[in-house]
Each structure stands twice: as C-alpha cells, then as structure tokens.
C-alpha cells in the first residue's frame, strides 16, 4: 500500500499549485511511497494543463464545475491508496522535509492519529492555525474584531513551539491515519469553510487523538483563491459557523448565533456601504454582506 496521499483541490491558482508540487517534490527525501491526487475545481487559468505536462505521475481529477473543498477532497479520498491522507492547500509550500517529519511522527506514535503542522505567513510569520472549538463568545468577540479575546481560542494559552494535543487544525495541511476516514467517513460536503473543523470533532468524539506537531512547518499563502469570490469567502465564514452550531449544539446556542450573525451582517453592511465611494474593495465586500443577509436564516447546503 502506498504510504501517504496527498491531496491538493486547486482552483485558478496555477502558479501557486505548480510551486507547491515543487517544494512538495523537492523536498520529499525518505523513500516511502507517496502519490499526489490533484482535483481542480474547473479552473480556467491552465491549471490542469500545466500540472499535467510538469508532473506526469500527478493523478487529476478534472471536474467540470466548482465541485468546492469538501466534496473535491472527498473525490480523492474515495481512490486514494494511501494508508495516511494529507489534506493539502494548493497556496502552501515547503521549505524542508516536514511531510517526512510528520509520517515519521505518526510511525513513531501510533497513538496519534491526526496531525497538524506549524503553519507561517508568507514572510515566516506565525499563522494561526490550530483551534478550539467555536463557542458562543468567541464568535461574538470575532464579529467586533476583539483580538485579544480571540487568545483562547488560538491556544495562545500554550507553547506553540512545542507538541500539544488540540482540538482542530486548519485544512491546509492535516495528516492522518485511514483507520480516521474508515471510521467517520469522508468530509461533510453541506460545509464549506468550517469543514475541517468538522472533521477533527467528529474524530475527536470517535476516540481519535489530534496532535498540534510544529516540529515541521509549512508556509501558507492563505486566501488566493478565496479573494476571487468575496460572495462566497463571506458568506460561508459566517453561515458555516451557524450550521455547526445547528448541528452540535441546537437550541439556544445556536439560536444566539444566529442572532448575532444577523446583527454582525446588517452592521457590516452599513459600514462598507458608507465605505464603498473609497476603494472598490469596499463595494464588493458590501455587496457580499448583502448577498449573506438572507442567508443567515436559511443557509445554503455546500459551497453556493
């Protein structure tokens, strides 16, 4: 059986993708058996050509529609041969063996069975990305840009030089075992931006245990794809909180969420309205607010 598969779902960020494979690639040193499943959401900048012509043994899966994250992982989880999988963003790049030292972790701690790496910015920097779970008043103090409430949430209560368990990890790099997938299944496709966090609980809550591993880092050029479509980015950030919410916690807590995302949107909307003569980026975002609004009480299934 092969080792480890990666996974990429690529969409319009050829560049971005063709160094990822080449860091990926290049910095792959211990003979293990890994294969590389692109799945490109109906990119129209080349990305398939490209990949195709540079990586021949690359398997892609070219979907004729912007299938979105979950749904195009989950194409490639159901072919991957891998007995690790490993969730990875087309805008992430190498700079060392840190997908070596992640599998070598996981042989060397069987007890672990989900794996997160250290990712940094663009200039090296720290980036968030390891979570607690959302709770009521994190998400109120994430709608008035409260930072320094937000501690907590991003465990900057710990050493994040060091391993710790954790309880979610962003999805643009995860490891883990395929006894994870066998047991909870692929990702929830009705998600779209909180899928990840999604995956991690429901393995958490099967027994499995998460790692928080910064031993090996990645950089992540973080939301190329998402600036194309602020429609989507917006919409999703906050209607997919409330879905999880809907899903693990009905009642009044998802009741209150739904409440502030309501009054989080309007507020949103008439700021970036009294904005939106300055910079165009303003118009768009008001226009994504706007599109959001009727969503907030009937949120869409997936990525729409």
């Known amino acids: 059986m092969t080792v480890v598969s990666v ?3 690529n969409y319009n960020v050829k560049d971005l993708v063709l160094r990822c494979l080449e ?5 792959h040193y211990q003979p293990f058996d890994m294969e590389v499943i692109l799945v490109d959401n109906d990119s129209s900048d080349g990305s398939v050509e490209a990949v ?5 043994d690359v398997i892609i899966i070219e979907n004729k529609y912007n299938a979105g994250f979950p749904a195009a992982n989950n194409q490639a989880f159901k072919i991957a041969n891998g007995r690790y999988l490993f969730m990875l963003n087309p805008d992430t790049e190498f700079q060392d063996d840190s997908l070596d030292r992640l599998v070598a972790f996981m042989e060397q701690n069987p007890q672990t069975d989900m794996i997160g790496p250290r990712l940094l910015n663009s200039d090296g920097s720290y980036q968030a990305s390891v979570w607690r779970y959302p709770t009521l008043s994190g998400i109120f ?8 409430f937000l501690g907590h949430k ?3 209560d710990k050493d994040l030089t060091q391993p710790f368990e954790a309880d979610s990890f962003s999805g643009a790099a995860i490891l883990f075992r395929r006894e994870v997938m066998d047991k909870i299944g692929v990702l929830d496709e009705k998600l779209f931006w909180i899928e990840e966090v999604d995956y991690c609980y429901r393995a958490q809550h099967a027994g499995f245990k998460l790692v928080y591993y910064p031993y090996a880092s990645i950089l992540h050029h973080i939301g190329q794809s998402a600036k194309k479509n602020y429609n989507i980015t917006i919409c999703n950030q906050i209607v997919n909180k409330i879905k999880f919410f809907k899903k693990y916690h009905p009642g009044f807590p998802w ?3 739904v409440i502030l995302s309501f009054c989080n949107v309007l507020a949103k909307i008439l700021m970036f309205s009294l904005l939106s003569p300055f910079k165009k980026i ?6 994504a607010y706007v599109y959001t609004l009727p969503r907030v009480f009937n949120p869409p299934q997936g990525m729409k």
Request: glycine share 6%.
């Open 255 to 257: 009741i209150m969420v």
């Open 282 to 287: 303003y118009r768009l975002k008001a226009k």
């Open 52 to 56: 195709g012509n540079r990586y021949k």
């Open 154 to 156: 991003n465990y900057r």
């Open 23 to 27: 860091t990926l690639y290049g910095f």
């Open 7 to 9: 996974v990429i779902v």
């Open 141 to 148: 103090f994430e709608m008035l840009y409260l930072k320094p």
